[in-house]
């Protein structure tokens, strides 16, 4: 009778934990963005949800949160090693505080393009940096582009002169601030939620963006010119905590890996493709002048920003630095 009753015992035990496996619920990745749902990462971060939900529907639900919804840029990495949010994707000057190394993606004319970009992150100097800030809590996943910046402002800039005492929004970074000081510019480190008031109101005087940041955030309506200097990249690195990352399930880790592995490489191709589309949406636009730089006044640019790379050598390795300048060739 004892024994039927363990046996028992044991059958009811285990239908229960069937029944609760069963109804358990899944895990919730908040995503968490700073940019409008139509740029790269709006795109990219849409596709890592519909994919995770093709094919780990009842097992986890990716929240998408666009437009600072949920965390404005000032506050989205303490967000994250608090567990409030799960997966960001900052630009990756945003990562000063927790790894100097990263800031080698801010100095000035380092990378000729966006292919020499590309061989420089999946090159091994680019890969190590994904691991760079696991002893502060955080891993980089996977690079995300943007495109190349350009500098907008209220009045013409050809040459360095002309950007002298103006004052330009960067983000925070002491390499985008000393890019800016080296033509005798005013940096001002603001979140990007108020860069559209902050031009509107000619608070500041312009701005350095990608063209779909200038397009989507409609900083070109505000911005009567816009010069195309293609002076650094506004890169993303797609991170998580390390405690949250790693607390995934064998099982589902892989799968949300491939997941965003497939929608990084959509929301390249959207870097690119947009890169063209929202240039050209501008100038059909006749909002915003845009200026061409000869190769006289390009070449006057690079002379006045280069010391920025002794500045910061030590900062961001000199290896790392050796590989960069070697992935233009």
Not at 22 to 43: M, N, Q
Not at 92 to 110: E, G, N, R, V
Not at 175 to 192: D, I, R, W, Y
Not at 219 to 239: A, C, K, M, R, S
Request: aromatic share 8%; charged share 25%; net charge negative.
């Amino acid at each position: 009778m004892l024994k039927l009753k363990t046996i028992l015992a044991f059958v009811v035990g285990a239908v229960l934990f069937c029944a609760v496996s069963a109804t358990a619920a899944p895990i919730v990745i908040k995503f968490s963005h700073v940019v409008a749902e139509d740029t790269p990462k709006g795109i990219m971060a849409n596709k890592f949800r519909d994919l995770v939900a093709e094919r780990l529907a009842d097992k986890v639900v990716v929240e998408v949160y666009p437009n600072s919804q949920l965390f404005g840029d000032g506050k989205e990495l303490e967000a994250l090693l608090l567990g409030d949010v799960h997966l960001l994707a900052p630009a990756l000057a945003k990562f000063q505080k927790y790894t100097p190394l990263l800031q080698i993606y801010d100095l000035p004319f380092l990378f000729k393009d966006m292919a020499a970009i590309d061989r420089f992150q999946q090159g091994p100097n680019g890969q190590a940096l994904l691991g760079s800030m696991k002893d502060k809590g955080i891993v980089g996943l996977a690079y995300l582009h943007n495109g190349m910046k350009q500098i907008s402002a209220n009045d013409p800039i050809h040459g360095p002169a002309d950007a002298k005492n103006k004052k330009f929004r960067i983000m925070t970074s002491d390499v985008l601030a000393a890019q800016f000081e080296a033509v005798g510019a005013m940096p001002l480190k603001k979140p990007f939620a108020e860069v559209f008031t902050l031009l509107q109101t000619k608070a500041i005087d312009g701005a350095e963006n990608p063209w779909s940041n200038l397009y989507s955030q409609k900083f070109y309506e505000v911005q009567p010119y816009i010069t195309e200097t293609n002076h650094g990249i506004l890169d993303y690195l797609v991170v998580s905590s390390t405690e949250f990352w790693e607390s995934l399930p064998a099982d589902i880790r892989p799968v949300v890996e491939a997941c965003l592995k497939e929608s990084i490489e959509l929301g390249n191709k959207a870097s690119a493709d947009k890169d063209l589309e929202d240039k050209q949406k501008i100038i059909d636009s006749k909002r915003s002048e845009i200026i061409t730089l000869t190769e006289a006044e390009r070449a006057a640019w690079v002379e006045a920003m280069k010391p920025v790379w002794k500045q910061f050598e030590d900062a961001v390795g000199k290896e790392n630095l050796a590989a960069a300048i070697a992935s233009n060739k």
